[in-house]
C-alpha cells in the first residue's frame, strides 16, 4: 500500500505511518490534480522554483513524514539523510521541526508540529469554525493555513518565529488543503461520561473523541478484520482506497504496488480535467479566509458521517494522561438507501478532486504577478 520514494540517500520512506489525512494515496492524488493545473503556467514555474524541483505529489506527505523525526530527533545521522538530495529544503525542515518540536504539554507556549494538522469542532449546536472556542487553537489547521499563505504572500517574513519559509509554507499547504476536506481533520464528537453526545460548550468535563481516533468502525456486510478500524483511520484510508481497484491479497508486491501506480494515474488525470462543482471560493473573499471557508463547508459533512451511525459502547478511558471517550460508531443494516462505505468513498473522492483544484488555483493567487497570467490556468477564479 505504501509506495517507497526515493528523496534521499539510503531510500528512506517518504510515507509516515502515524495517523494522517487521506494518507498516502489521497495526498499524491491531490498533489497530481494540483501539479496537472498548474502544469506550464507561471504559478507552475514558481511552484518548482520553491520546491528545488519537487512538485506538489512529492512534497504532499512530507508534513507527516516529519513526525518520523520526533523520536530520534532532527540530528540523528538517520534524519540527516531524508531529503539529502535537495540539502536547502532538508535544512528548512529541519528548522521548522526544531521550533515546532513535539509536546504532550497543550499549554505549552510553543506549538508542536503536530497540533498544524487539524480542528476538533464540536458536531453538536451546528456551530461554525468561528461559533466557538472548543476545539479551536492558535494553532490549529486553519490558523496555520492562514500564515502560510501570509508567508507566501510575503506578508509575514521567512525569519518568522515558527521558521515557515516560502518553501515551507508551500509544502505545508500542499498537504494541509488535503487534510482540511477530510471531515474528520475538523469536526469532532464529545460525550459526558454516561456515553451521550453533548455540546462541550455547554457542558463542562466534555470527553473528546480525539477526531475519531478513540472510536472504532462497525459497518455492516464489511470485510472480516482481527479488529475493527478506528474511526479516523477509515476515513484516512479505507474510504480512499474504495475508489481504486481491489487487488487480490496473493498478488505479487511489485505488481501490486504497478496496478495502483496505474491507477492513481488514470484517476488523478480524469479528476484534474473535469471540473469538480461548487468548489469556487466567492471572488470577494480574502485568500487568507479560504481556510476557514472551506472548514465551515466540511463541517456539514463530518455531522452526516457521524450521524449515519450509531454510538455503542461510550466510555471513558485515560489515554497518554488524558480521558477521552472510547467505544463504537456502528451502521445497521438497511437504515439508510446508500451503505456507508458507498457514501464515504464517494464523498472522499469528491473532496480531494474539489481540493486539488483549490490547491492550484490558491497557488496561481498567490504566486502569479498579474491576472494576465493568472488567466493560462483554466477554472481560475476572477
Same mark, same amino acid.
Given at each position: ?106 499549554? %505549552? *507556549?510553543?506549538?508542536?508540529? $503536530?497540533?498544524?494538522? &487539524?480542528?476538533?469542532?464540536? /458536531? #453538536? !449546536? =451546528? ?9 479551536? %487553537? *492558535?494553532?490549529?489547521?486553519? $490558523?496555520?493555513?492562514? &500564515?502560510?499563505?501570509?508567508? /507566501? #504572500? !510575503? =506578508? ?10 516560502? *518553501? ?7 498537504? &494541509? ?206
Amino acid at each position: 500500500m505504501h509506495k517507497v520514494l526515493s528523496l534521499a540517500a539510503g531510500c528512506i520512506c517518504l510515507f509516515a505511518l502515524a495517523a494522517r489525512a487521506y494518507g498516502p494515496e489521497g495526498h499524491k492524488i491531490i498533489g497530481a490534480i494540483a501539479d496537472q493545473r498548474l502544469a506550464r503556467t507561471l504559478a507552475g514555474a514558481r511552484v518548482s522554483e520553491l520546491l528545488d524541483g519537487y512538485t506538489l505529489e512529492e512534497v504532499s506527505m512530507i508534513a507527516d513524514t516529519i513526525k518520523q523525526w520526533d523520536k530520534p530527533g532532527v540530528e540523528g545521522p538517520n534524519v540527516q539523510r531524508y531529503f539529502s538530495s535537495h540539502p536547502l529544503i532538508a535544512e528548512q525542515l529541519r528548522e521548522f521541526w526544531k521550533a515546532n518540536p513535539p509536546t504532550d504539554d497543550l499549554n %505549552s *507556549p510553543v506549538p508542536s508540529h $503536530h497540533w498544524f494538522h &487539524y480542528t476538533d469542532v464540536p /458536531l #453538536a !449546536g =451546528n456551530a461554525d469554525y468561528a461559533g466557538g472556542k472548543t476545539g479551536r %487553537s *492558535p494553532w490549529d489547521i486553519v $490558523h496555520m493555513m492562514r &500564515y502560510c499563505i501570509e508567508v /507566501l #504572500a !510575503g =506578508n509575514i517574513p521567512a525569519s518568522n518565529e515558527r521558521k515557515i519559509t516560502q *518553501p515551507i509554507a508551500l509544502i505545508l499547504l500542499a498537504h &494541509y488543503v488535503g487534510d482540511i476536506h477530510q471531515p474528520l481533520h475538523v469536526g469532532a464528537e464529545y460525550f459526558d461520561r454516561k456515553g451521550k453526545p453533548v455540546n462541550p460548550d455547554k457542558i463542562s468535563a466534555a470527553l473528546p473523541d480525539e477526531g475519531g481516533n478513540s472510536l472504532r468502525l462497525k459497518l455492516a456486510g464489511g470485510f472480516p478484520r482481527k479488529r475493527d478500524p478506528k474511526f479516523h483511520g477509515y476515513w484516512d484510508a479505507d474510504a480512499v482506497l474504495a475508489n481504486l481497484p481491489l487487488l487480490p491479497a496473493t498478488m505479487p508486491k511489485e505488481l501490486r504496488q504497478q496496478k495502483t501506480d496505474l491507477a492513481l494515474k488514470s484517476l488523478t488525470s480524469r479528476l484534474a480535467k473535469v471540473e469538480p462543482t461548487h468548489w469556487q471560493m466567492s471572488p470577494t473573499l480574502p485568500l487568507e479566509d479560504y481556510p476557514e471557508g472551506w472548514a465551515n463547508e466540511i463541517l456539514p459533512i463530518a455531522r452526516e458521517a457521524y450521524g449515519r451511525l450509531h454510538y455503542q459502547n461510550i466510555a471513558p478511558r485515560l489515554d497518554n494522561g488524558k480521558l477521552v471517550a472510547e467505544g463504537e460508531l456502528v451502521e445497521k443494516p438497511g437504515e439508510h438507501e446508500m451503505p456507508y462505505a458507498k457514501w464515504a468513498a464517494d464523498t472522499v473522492l469528491d473532496e480531494m478532486h474539489k481540493a486539488g483544484w483549490r490547491l492550484a488555483d490558491l497557488l496561481v493567487k498567490l504566486l502569479t504577478p498579474n491576472e494576465k497570467a493568472r488567466s493560462q490556468i483554466a477554472g481560475a477564479a476572477p
